[in-house]
C-alpha cells in the first residue's frame, strides 16, 4: 500500500510523477480521489508531485492509483523522484520523455535502489538549464547532441550518448548508496563526487561553462515549438489545485505537473482556466506567492498562512517581487533568493522582521 504521513490534518499522501507527466485521464482520477478520500484538494510540490491531504482511506487511495497506472511499485515509491525540464519536446526543445521512462523503469526494476533516502533526486535537463539549476543528486544536461553527467549539481566533464545514460544515472545512484554512511544527498558526502566517478571508471574533467539558465515563464503562453499558441503555462495559487480547476485542467490534450507549483498545458482555453481561478498572466502577482502548509495542516502553524495570502495577494502590485508565507520560524518551502518574509507570530505578521501587523497591513510592507 501507498505509504501514508500523518500530518496535523490527517493522513497525506504523496503520488510522484516522474518528469511530471499526468494524463487527463490520471489527473481526474486523483481528483475525485481527494473529493471523496481527502479535503478535495491537489496539492503541487517543489518536487513536481501531487499530495492528497486529510486522507481517510489509504488503501482504497492505492487500489485506485494502480489502476490509473499511478504508482507501478510500491517498493520504489519513496525513491521515484525523477524531474524534467516540463517544456521538453514541446517547444522545439529535446524531448527527454523516452530517457524519463527508461530511468523510473530500470529504478523500479533495481531491488537496490529502493534503499535510496527518499530525499535522492535525479534530474533531466533539456539544455535551457531550468533543472541543472535545482542541485540533483544525478543529473544530465544536454550539450549539443549529448548529455553532460551532472553529480551533485556539478557538471563532471562527463559526456554520454542519450541512449546510455539511464543506465549510468542509476549506477550513479548505486554508487552513492556503496559510499554512503548514513548521508541523505550526494552533497553531503565527503568527496562524494569523485567517489562516484571512480566507481563509475570515468575522471573529473571539468564541465564546460554553459549559458545561463532559462527559467520556465511564470504564467501565460510559451508561443513556441509546433503548438504555439496552444502551448500555456498555468501558475496553480499557493500550489492549491481545486476540484473546478483539475477538472478544466483535464479537458487539455497533455498535462506536465511542474516543480514551480505551475502546469504546463497544451490545448486548454486560457479564458476558461482563468475563470476557474488559475493564472495564465505572466505578470500576476500569483506567479511570486508561496507559502507553507500552515494551519490547519501543519501542527506547528500560528496561523492559516494560506487562508491569508489568498485574501491578501489581490492586493499586490504586478510583477511583485517574490512573497513567501511561513506558519513558524521553519520557513519550509521558501524560495531560494530574495523574498519578502512573512513570517505568523502569535498576534498577527511580522513582514522582514517587523512588529506584529495584520493580514491586511502587511501588504503595505510587501511592496
Ligand atoms: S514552516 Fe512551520 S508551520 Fe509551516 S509547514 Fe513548516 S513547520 Fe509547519
Known sequence: MLSVHQAADGGLA??????????????????????????GNLELTSRGNIQIRALRAPGELSDR??????????THERVRNILASPLSGLDGSYDLQA????????????????????????????????????????????VRDQLALLLAGEDTGVRLAPAEAPLVMLRAAEAFLDERDGEWRLGELADGVAKVLSRLGYSRSGGQQQ???EELPAGGPVRAGVYGPELLVATVPL????????????????????????VVVVGA???????????????????????CAGKPGCGKALADVRRDARRVT?????????????GCERRCGQPAGDFVDVLALTDGYSVDGSEAVTAEQSVMRMR
Not at 480547476?245 to 497533455?254: D, F, I, M, N, T
Not at 498535462?255 to 507549483?261: C, M, N, S
Not at 489581490?314 to 511561513?326: E, G, I, T, Y
Open 239 to 262: 500550489g492549491s489545485l481545486g476540484p473546478e480547476q483539475a477538472a478544466v485542467l483535464a479537458e487539455a490534450g497533455r498535462l506536465r505537473v511542474t516543480p514551480w507549483r505551475s
Open 99 to 142: 530517457l524519463v521512462g527508461e530511468l523510473d523503469r530500470g529504478l523500479c526494476a533495481s531491488p537496490r535502489l529502493a534503499e535510496l533516502p527518499g530525499r535522492f533526486l535525479f534530474a533531466l535537463d533539456d539544455g535551457r538549464g531550468d533543472l541543472a539549476a535545482v542541485g540533483a543528486d544525478v543529473g544530465v544536461r544536454v
Open 65 to 74: 492509483l494502480y489502476d490509473a497506472g499511478l504508482l507501478p511499485s510500491i
Open 314 to 326: 489581490p492586493a499586490l502590485p504586478k510583477n511583485q517581487r517574490p512573497v513567501h508565507w511561513s
Open 269 to 291: 482555453d486560457a479564458d476558461r482556466l482563468q475563470q476557474t481561478g488559475l493564472v495564465v498572466d505572466s505578470e500576476s502577482p500569483w506567479n511570486r506567492v508561496t507559502a
Open 211 to 213: 549559458a545561463d539558465a
Open 14 to 39: 504523496r503520488v510522484r510523477l516522474p518528469g511530471g507527466v499526468l494524463s487527463p485521464m490520471q489527473l481526474r482520477v486523483l481528483s475525485e480521489a481527494s473529493r471523496e478520500l481527502g479535503d
